[in-house]
């Protein structure tokens, strides 16, 4: 397991540039749903990801570790509240994983982001929609994802 991970699960806190530290928990997801997630990123031998919802870099960091490996792996994350009430940490914490240059972030709401993901043609083998939990954000969340996965590409939506 990579480093950062471990750390986070096995203390529950994150840290900021600062040496601050925050509850990781339960804003990111568990040590078990990442675990699952990474293992159906296996088997699919996902090279493009996304995701909705970064918060301090948890599911990020288990999307980045499974594809790490992958030829042109990609992984993008939207997310408008990063440095407002992130305090940057999870970008922060992909630097510490060695994984910063696996992604490419946004940093506005995501029913702004995909449209235009969709317009540039990109094209996914797995989305995480973990952004904001209303009715009307996650299905229009999984409207723009359902029309960028590949045929036979996986959506994940938290909390299920
Ligand atoms: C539950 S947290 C995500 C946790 C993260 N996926 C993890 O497991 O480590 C939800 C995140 O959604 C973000 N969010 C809220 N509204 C959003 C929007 N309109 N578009 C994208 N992200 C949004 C919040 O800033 C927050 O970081």
């Given at each position: 397991m990579n480093r950062a991970i471990h750390q986070i699960q096995r203390t529950g806190l994150v840290v900021d540039?600062?040496?601050?530290?925050?509850?990781a928990f339960p804003v990111s997801m568990s040590a078990e749903e990442g675990q699952e997630m990474g293992e159906v990123l296996d088997q699919m031998g996902a090279r493009?990801?996304?995701?909705?919802?970064?918060?301090?870099?948890?599911?990020?960091?288990?999307?980045?570790?499974?594809?790490?490996?992958?030829?042109?792996?990609r992984h993008i994350a939207i997310d408008p509240f990063q440095t407002t009430e992130f305090d940057g940490i999870g970008l922060l914490n992909l630097e510490r994983a060695r994984l910063r240059h696996l992604l490419?972030?946004?940093?506005e709401p995501s029913h702004e982001r995909l449209p235009k993901l969709l317009s540039a043609r990109v094209e996914l083998?797995?989305?995480?929609?973990?952004?904001?939990?209303?009715?009307?954000?996650?299905?229009?969340?999984f409207f723009y994802v359902d029309k960028i996965l590949r045929p036979g590409g996986v959506v994940c939506?938290?909390?299920t």
């Open positions: 540039r600062d040496g601050d530290e925050q509850p493009r990801t996304l995701e909705v919802g970064l918060a301090y870099g948890m599911s990020t960091l288990h999307i980045c570790e499974a594809i790490r490996d992958k030829p042109d792996a490419d972030f946004y940093e083998d797995f989305a995480l929609i973990d952004g904001a939990h209303l009715f009307d954000c996650a299905f229009v969340d939506m938290d909390d």
